[in-house]
């Protein structure tokens, strides 16, 4: 009897023991989860969103299929600077197209230059457009773009640049501007998804000619096209191969925090942002702008 008492009694202590030290793995990895994830936090700027003044749709020209002119050729009605209320002067109106004057002053170097955003936010919609470059030129449609503010290393709130939270339609001139040589398997060459896709079949045309593009974005898959319907760029946002393609990037966490945590929410809680033409200082020109709304 008391020998069945003590084999129950050693076995109840071996039970307890393993309980005990199974919860201080289960305890020691859960500690690590919640460190590697306050880690990531700490390593995010602080950053706010703008909320600038839109524009209404219904004010803009529809055609019987559904497509929404969103440039009239003539004005810039509807578009606005990132993170502004008016048009900087870099950019006008010039024989029907959207034009931003080069400055050779690099990426929104110009004294009163920046990137162009049409003021409404989509989520589902088809984007067709017009563009040429001038010779060694460089720019790019964005979509999905949020208007952020982060905090500086001085604690000074600034603008931080549009595409860190937008997908990016590389308009460029492939045979001369050294950005088509760089990246990964030409994946900043024309049309390509900015540093993470290449454009495949490869076809735009020489600086001075006019490329018609496309974008369509519909409950997270994207396809671009470029002067043809045969699409040259596929990908779907908010997906592990997403993430994938952002831990491969320059936009990787380790290497730009901020931008890794809004492209890997692109288009923030709503899924949806504005469409912006980028100014990177040099000649480029848009025309024929137009959406389709589906959602």
């Not at 060694?136 to 595409?163: F, L, R, T």
């Not at 460029?172 to 290449?198: C, F």
């Not at 994938?244 to 290497?255: G, H, I, N, V, Y």
Request: proline share 4%.
């Amino acid at each position: 009897m008391k020998k069945s008492v003590l084999i129950a009694g050693v076995a109840t202590l071996a039970l307890c023991l393993a309980s005990c030290n199974g919860g201080k793995k289960a305890d020691t990895a859960t500690t690590e989860e919640a460190a590697t994830e306050t880690a990531a936090e700490a390593a995010t700027p602080e950053y706010k969103l703008l909320d600038l003044p839109t524009v209404d749709l219904a004010d803009f020209p529809k055609d019987s299929e559904g497509w929404i002119t969103l440039f009239d050729g003539k004005t810039l009605k509807g578009w606005r600077g990132y993170a502004r209320e008016d048009v900087p002067a870099a950019w006008v109106v010039d024989d029907g197209a959207i034009h931003i004057k080069g400055s050779g002053m690099g990426e929104a170097g110009a004294k009163d230059g920046g990137d162009l955003v049409f003021a409404h936010r989509f989520s589902n919609f088809e984007l067709e457009f017009e563009w040429k470059v001038d010779k060694g030129a460089n720019s790019g449609v964005m979509y999905m773009i949020q208007e952020v503010e982060e905090k500086n290393d001085k604690g000074e709130w600034v603008m931080a640049p549009s595409y860190i939270s937008a997908p990016e339609y590389q308009v460029l001139d492939n045979e001369n501007h050294p950005d088509a040589k760089l990246g990964v398997d030409g994946n900043r060459q024309s049309a390509s998804l900015y540093d993470m896709i290449p454009a495949k079949p490869q076809n735009a045309k020489p600086y001075g000619e006019w490329n018609k593009g496309k974008i369509m974005v519909y409950k997270g898959t994207v396809v671009h096209y470029l002067n043809s319907d045969t699409p040259c760029v596929e990908y779907h946002l908010w997906t592990p191969a997403w993430k994938e393609m952002l831990d491969k990037s320059k936009f990787s966490q380790d290497k730009w925090p901020l931008a890794y945590e809004l492209l890997l929410n692109c288009g923030g809680e709503n899924k949806e942002g504005f469409i912006g033409l980028q100014d990177h200082g040099d000649n480029v020109w848009y025309r024929n702008i137009r959406i389709k709304v589906m959602d």
